[in-house]
């Protein structure tokens, strides 16, 4: 049977329950485990897919098209394995579900109800999700706060699932803060000791809790929350701050969490090989040059919009012995010719155009491309990067103002004929927002003799989309003439997936996201590329 463990959060959001989750995974993993993840957000939106950055952050996609939470990102990232769209369960998703069956008649005139239909078909996406990803361990993190109203069918789900599977096949792990007052200068565990209650009165005693704080979390602390929340002091283990993400699975293991975790599953004896996270993190703590790289976008300074692209260039810097130094450009500033912006975007190393949607800021990015080209500044232009690279490229070859991308050019007062990027002839002509974009991972041609071939190594990749606009390719002949280079295409229908400018070291622009596909110790090959060339540079 598959063991089930339930990562939880108490007292406010944003503790990094995914951290501990894909840490904890990450361990269970080199311990020679097959684990998968789970996140079950409580919010009412089906997917992220709709959600604006600055509330939820980027969007991960998994290879099946999925839409999903960034956390997933971070369990990819950690555990080093591809998920599914069964890795993402949001409480619209479950009403969705229950209400189709209740249309149809499937419950037989019966009364639905939070308990048992929506808390059963939780249970159900959850065993789901373990049949599907074949797994030894099913990790689960439910989104939000212990004591968030609409987070109540879950607690209830996973509380029913322990009594269904027993106590020997799953495990409830809550994370909660420890505040420090600079008044009485001390950390503060009566929030946890609250959280825990509030915890124990849905009916779920958790077997382990993992402090949060900034500070060092002493022995006294431990003993403290181990007497007040009925839990054995060796299961009360410190998550102190450290300065990189990728040094938790370390510290969790220095207080034997793994064998813990197996005693408690009755996995028997478990030894993680860490070799590697050592080796990483050795490398992380080197004292190194800084490498400066602009990041061009509209949501600048939120890290979280980004994650998967800055963590794919700290991996990249990490493994050539380098600091990321991350400038935040805003593209909007750019375009009013902001002299304080452009300076800081002269100063850079290279330069990251990541994906985004709509126009606002668009001519700004395009002005960001115009100088990389022009200044042979290392180039990664990532969706709408590539889009917008192309764009730049296509009006100096042309001599043409007018060529712009269909998505902003709302009123087509451009025209078709000077749309370079377009709508895909043959998709949906419905354009609602959630689920209609190219998703998922596609296969890839890459052509010999391309700067892209030689950091591939190969001939054919598969990478993940998200977008709805395409490369108009009744302009490739003639940007082919100017310089530009199309490595990259998708066999089945013609399309152009990476773009690249000849005559520059490396401007290379990919109509996917390679970024979802960085491990921490496998930098994505483009990535490496473009920090090789930031090196030089």
Known sequence: MCKYIFVTGGVCSSLGKGIATASIGALLKASGLKVSTQKLDPYLNVDPGTMSPFQHGEVFVTEDGGETDLDLGHYERFIDVNLSKYSSVSTGQIYNEVLEKERKGTYLGRTIQIIPHITNTIQERIILAAEKSHCDVLIGEIGGTVGDIEGLPFYEAIRQLRYKVGEENSLFIHVTLLPYLEASKELKTKPTQASVRELRSIGIQPDFILPRADRPIRKEHIKKIALFCDVEEKYVIPAQTVKSIYEVPLRFNKYNITQLVAEKLKLG?????????????????????????????????????????????????????????????????????????????????????????????????????????????????????????TIEFTRDALNNKQITSEEFDEENSAGEENHVIHFLPGQSIDRAKGGTLRLGAYPCKIKKGTKTHKLYGKDLIKERHRHRYEFNNKFKEKLEKAGM??????????????????????????????EFKSRPNKPHPLFKGFIQAAKKK
């Not at 800081?344 to 949607?357: A, D």
């Not at 990259?488 to 290379?508: R, S």
Request: with cysteine; proline share 5%.
């Open 269 to 389: 004896k478990l030894r993680p090989k860490l070799v590697e996270w050592r080796k990483l993190v050795k490398k992380i703590k080197a004292k190194k040059p800084t490498l400066k790289i602009a990041m061009v976008g509209k949501y600048t300074g939120l890290e979280d919009a980004y994650i998967s692209v800055i963590e794919s260039l700290k991996i990249a810097c990490y493994h050539q012995n380098r600091d990321l130094e991350v400038t935040w450009i805003s593209s909007e500033k750019l375009e009013e010719q902001d002299e304080k912006v452009w300076e800081e975007l002269k100063s850079v190393n290279g330069i990251v155009v990541p994906g985004g949607f709509g126009v606002r800021g668009t001519e700004g990015k395009i002005l960001a491309a115009k100088y990389a080209r022009e200044n042979n500044i290392p180039y990664l232009g990532l969706c709408l990067g590539m889009q917008i690279m």
């Open 485 to 514: 280079v199309f490595a990259g295409i998708y066999p089945k229908q013609n399309l152009v997936e990476i773009a690249e400018i000849k005559a520059h070291p490396f401007m290379i622009g990919t109509q996917f996201h390679p």
